[in-house]
């Protein structure tokens, strides 16, 4: 944890704390209205223990009476960690997430582990000859254009796994964002300066561009984790997986607001933390 | 680069008012037809002419998208004058709540107003809530843009000059903030176009986006989802792909071209 708490640097780990609680306040609080005025909110509130919507909502007795007052006990027992109860699949939502974000989590593992090598690869050959960049350059461009989802049909065809449309989904933009950083440290003098002195490829590469560049490097694959997540929800839902993607997507057809909401706020959490260390000192 | 690019542009919205009008008809006696002299790219399983459906559904996610850009970076431009007159601790209050926006799960936010969205919702409806959504999602990097351009023109001799000689807050915005800010919005209105159009390809794909009565680019990519889709069903990506590109064709500045040459 040392060592995520220095790399938020300006932000520091006080401030950024403070905007990952505000983050999911905020979810949670739109997901309390949304659920407020949804047709099916009597069910929601029923499914969490002693949550009664009285006068308004007129279902099981008489203590909530407004929107700011139903929010405010939605907010109180999701930090007691009752998230309700799904009606599509029958089962308590923490459990049910519980058990896919297991699985998830596996894909998202070894999708962050294929995009690491991948671009490692791709960056190494697009410094090791400019030709290579370009062409690289020009197909994550035209790859960047398709939608994440049609990465998952040549790997459902071939039954591969999950991770790998994934992966590949994501590998366009984290290119380019990376290949940007790099070539913001293609005109440093310290460049130059490494050449006139006769060091070699390998040498410039790692020291003078990788390391040099690598707090924005970090930074920028932070910045990929909502990318990712994005992905990974198309993904799975294409290719079938039963992880959370799907999960959200079964919750959407069956009006399913407690096991929707319980969803967004673990992804909202996830992409608030990565926010919070891709920032920067402003 | 850029006019070919606006050319094939103009093509794809106008694309319906090419083909003959007798495609929009459906063909009982051609269903999930290979290419024909009468039908280019086939027949769909009601006997539609997929021609004719893709660039309805091009159009209609085009201008979906173009609307949903242009309300999305008037939100942006609106509000990033407004922040931009805010003082420190106004922005120390407001600038993390813009981060705080833009770090939210936009893909799980439209499931979940869809969820909410009651069951006897027409298509039509259904598709303005779509676009509306995917605006009120974009409108928060045009105001963080804006807002920063904001300040740093206030700060300028010639705006210090104007306010000096009694112009008032309304008539320096009309006559030397918005000259400014014309480029910047053009900017985001070309880069948001194409992530919408991209949003809704992706929401049509998993079922979410514009239902198949209202043709769109997104449910017209289904079509590569049924089990044995043929090739020419790739065509809609051919679509997209050209959009996307030239899109970001046009939003790239000239002098990148030129380097570039």
């Known amino acids: 944890m040392a060592g995520v708490g220095s790399r938020l640097g300006g932000l520091g780990p006080l401030r950024a704390a403070v905007r990952v609680v505000a983050a999911l306040g905020l979810t949670a609080a739109v997901l309390g209205l949304l659920l407020y005025y949804s047709p099916g909110r009597e069910y929601a509130a029923e499914s969490m223990s002693g949550f009664g919507l009285g006068a308004t909502g007129g279902a099981t007795g008489g203590t909530v009476t407004g929107p700011g007052q139903f929010v405010w006990q939605y907010l109180g027992k999701l930090l007691r960690g009752d998230f309700g109860f799904s009606s599509t699949f029958q089962s308590p939502v923490r459990t049910l997430v519980a058990e896919r974000a297991a699985a998830t989590g596996g894909q998202l593992f ?28 020009a197909a994550a461009m035209v ?23 994934i992966a590949l989904a994501a590998l366009p933009r984290t290119l380019r964002v990376l290949d940007a950083v790099l070539e913001r440290q293609q ?96 | 680069m850029r006019r070919l690019a606006s050319l094939l542009l103009l093509l794809l919205a106008a694309g319906p008012l090419l083909v003959p009008e007798r495609l929009a008809e459906e063909d009982r006696e051609a269903v999930r037809s290979a290419p024909t002299g009468e039908h280019p790219l086939g027949t ?36 990033g004058f407004l922040l ?30 869809r969820a909410w969205t009651p069951l006897d919702t027409g298509p039509e409806q259904l598709t303005v809530i779509l676009f509306t959504m995917l605006a009120a999602l974009g409108w928060a990097p045009p105001a963080r843009t804006v807002a920063a351009a904001c300040r740093q023109l206030r700060q300028e001799p010639w705006a210090a000059f104007a306010r000096a000689s009694g112009m008032g807050g309304a008539q320096m915005f009309r006559r030397h903030y918005w000259p400014h800010l014309v480029p910047l919005a053009r900017v985001h209105f070309l880069m948001l176009t194409p992530a919408i159009l991209l949003a809704e390809s992706s929401l049509g794909l998993l079922g979410l986006g514009v239902p198949d009565s209202a043709p769109s680019l997104g449910s017209s990519l289904t079509d590569l989802l049924q089990p044995g889709a043929r090739w020419w069903e790739a065509a809609p990506l051919l679509l997209l792909l050209t959009a996307v590109l030239s899109l970001q064709t046009i939003s790239r500045r000239p002098t990148d071209e030129s380097k570039r040459t």
């Open chain 1, 110 to 137: 070894c999708a962050a582990g294929v995009l690491s090598v991948a671009v490692c690869v791709l960056t190494l050959a697009g410094l090791w000859r400019g030709w290579l960049r370009g062409w690289i350059g």
């Open chain 1, 143 to 165: 790859l960047q254009s398709v939608p994440s989802a049609l990465f998952a049909i040549p790997i459902a065809l071939a039954e591969g796994p999950p991770f790998l449309a």
């Open chain 1, 187 to 282: 005109g440093a003098a310290h460049l130059a300066w490494m050449r006139a002195m006769g060091c070699g490829w390998w040498t410039m590469t790692w020291h003078g561009q990788i390391r040099a560049a690598g707090r924005e490097l970090f930074e920028g694959a932070a910045s990929m984790v909502p990318l990712l997540l994005g992905s990974l929800l198309a993904v799975e839902i294409v290719v079938g997986f039963p992880g959370l993607g799907t999960l959200a997507w079964r919750g959407v057809y069956g009006r399913d607001l407690p096991l929707l909401g319980a969803v967004t706020l673990l992804f909202s959490a996830l992409t608030s933390l990565s926010s919070a260390l891709a920032q920067r000192e402003r």
């Open chain 2, 44 to 79: 769909d399983a009601l006997g539609r002419d997929n021609l004719y459906r893709y660039l309805r559904g091009m159009r209609m996610s085009l201008s979906g998208a173009c609307a949903a850009a242009v309300v999305a970076t008037g939100i942006g431009l609106l509000a």
């Open chain 2, 84 to 113: 931009s007159r805010l003082g420190r601790a106004g922005m120390a209050f407001w600038g993390p709540a813009l981060d705080t926006f833009q770090s939210m799960p936009w893909y799980l936010l439209v499931f979940l107003v």
